[in-house]
């Protein structure tokens, strides 16, 4: 049964101008010549990569990704044209435990280093402003995932760009699993837009695409589980190609909490 339920859409006016200018990184401010860190406040992020062994993807502290000189290789990086913090996920590559898909992603952290572990209490949200440049079938470019209270290892929503350009929230109906897809928007491959996935007084997910926005009621069930933010390049297809990936460039990525 599903236990999510869309109360309704409206329009939000001025959401695209006010991310552009929360975002750290828009296009017109990045630096082409400065790794990612240069650009993007990444002191609350560390970085997961589809390689190193096994079961163990590698990650990247968030000391070693900070700064114009920080962390960058052909998997995350600044494309040279316009600045963009550019992930790059193929559909063959280290994966963890818990999937068969390959990721190119940031994790959210605190400052001091440990990883963040929020309350659904209260506001939470995570603003982007990007592009998809290339996909196979599906990637996943943000999530609200499952922190620590419980065993489970499920997002709480995951935004997801189609290869046909439809922009989906799959939304998790229980922390045991059973995600419902829900259409939030449409934009063509290539072209840049807007996401804002939040949760507000901890018992409703807005999933804002280009100022329209869908609220999504959390199930009580999901009350145990504190959570965190995820974004970058979650590709959803796997094969034996290490040439057929995602591609998706960011210009703003902020998280806020209150």
Same mark, same amino acid.
């Given at each position: ?223 145990? @589980? ?24 960011? @210009? ?7």
């Amino acid at each position: 049964m599903m236990r999510f339920k869309a109360l309704a859409t409206a329009t939000v006016a001025g959401l695209v101008g006010t991310i552009a200018v929360l975002s750290t990184g828009s296009a017109a401010a990045a630096d082409p010549n400065k790794a990612p860190g240069g650009n993007f406040d990444l002191s609350v992020w560390q970085l997961q990569e589809p390689v190193g062994s096994p079961g163990s993807p590698t990650t990247i502290p968030s000391s070693r990704l900070q700064g114009a000189n920080g962390y960058q290789d052909s998997y995350f990086y600044t494309d040279t044209r316009d600045g963009a913090m550019t992930f790059w996920a193929p559909e063959k590559g280290v994966t963890t435990p818990n999937s068969k898909y390959a990721r190119s992603e940031l994790r959210e952290m605190n400052r001091n280093g440990s990883a963040a572990d929020w309350s659904l209490k209260g506001n939470h949200r995570m603003n982007a402003t990007l592009r998809v440049v290339s996909v196979t079938s599906n990637v996943c470019v943000g999530q609200i995932h499952l922190g620590s209270g419980g065993s489970s290892t499920k997002p709480l929503v995951e935004l997801y760009y189609r290869a046909n350009g439809d922009i989906v929230a799959g939304i998790e109906n229980s922390p045991a699993g059973g995600q419902t897809p829900h259409t939030v928007g449409h934009v063509s491959l290539g072209k840049t837009w807007t996401y804002s996935i939040a949760v507000s007084d901890g018992r409703t997910i807005d999933v804002t695409v280009n100022g329209s926005t869908t609220h999504y009621t959390i199930p009580t069930s999901f009350d145990p @589980y504190k959570q965190y933010f995820k974004a970058g390049s979650y590709n959803q297809s796997s094969s034996d190609s290490t040439t057929k990936g995602a591609r998706v460039a960011f @210009y703003g990525l902020t998280v806020s909490h209150g």
